[in-house]
């Protein structure tokens, strides 16, 4: 049988949480998440042990008490023992955060000693903050020129395209006009535009005709 409960690790809402910034720095790991640890490693054990003590008593006293009775009883030491954990824990991490796992102020870690005798004239951030601010400009500055190189690179892209369909039309054009004896689109082109130019006149020649049979007709009916 396997002992459940309601906490499963320990959590402690704080509205302002303390970040240990420089201690994570030295330790490698979060005072808080250090605490954490502990209290699950704790919590663990404690399920443990009221698993065997109901197993135990499910060997041993079968005959004195129901399965039912021993479960409730079990549930009840680990509700018993997780709250005392819960009270304790507090006192504990509030210990470990204040006097163990903390680095003083007037402290210097070696790795920051390097840093420690840097010092800055107002003029000299003044500077500072003008080279960022002109390195940003700088960087904001290319991003604008590559994002209008990629325009021009779509649009190239597609000129591309549009010559190389082009390009293929006037291939199958050529192909045609070798099937049909026409060695030159030229000569094609040439061809055409005099037949058309010769129905465009043929149709105008129609059009006067016709136009002067109206006359006549108008001409007999009055």
């Known amino acids: 049988m396997s002992v459940t409960s309601n906490t499963t690790g320990y959590i402690k809402e704080e509205k302002d949480e303390q970040i240990f910034e420089y201690e994570t720095q030295h330790l490698g790991f979060t005072p808080k998440a250090f605490c954490n640890g502990v ?3 704790a919590l663990e054990y404690i399920q ?3 698993q065997e ?3 135990f008593l499910s060997e041993e006293y079968s005959k004195v008490m129901k399965p039912t009775q021993i479960k409730e009883a079990c549930e009840v030491i680990l509700s018993t023992m997780v709250s005392k954990l ?3 824990f507090d006192i504990i991490e509030t210990y470990l ?3 163990v796992l903390t680095i003083p102020g007037n402290v210097l870690l070696p790795e920051d000693e390097a840093q420690a005798g840097d010092t ?3 003029e000299q951030e003044d500077m500072l903050d003008t080279e960022i601010q002109e390195l940003k400009d700088k960087v904001l500055a290319l991003k604008y020129a590559n994002s209008k190189l990629k325009q021009e690179m779509s649009l190239i892209d597609h000129v591309q395209a549009r010559f190389d369909m082009a390009q293929q039309q006037l291939q199958k054009l050529n192909d045609i006009n070798s099937e049909s004896g026409v060695p030159e689109v030229k000569d094609s082109l040439m061809f055409t535009s005099q037949k058309v130019l010769e129905l ?4 105008k020649a129609m059009q006067v005709k016709d136009k002067a049979a109206t006359s006549e007709t108008d001409s007999i009916d009055l």
């Open 120 to 122: 800055y004239t107002p």
């Open 97 to 99: 955060t204040k006097n």
């Open 200 to 203: 465009v006149s043929k149709v």
């Open 86 to 88: 819960d009270k304790n």
């Open 48 to 50: 443990k042990a009221v």
């Open 39 to 41: 209290y699950n490693a």
């Open 53 to 55: 003590i109901e197993i």
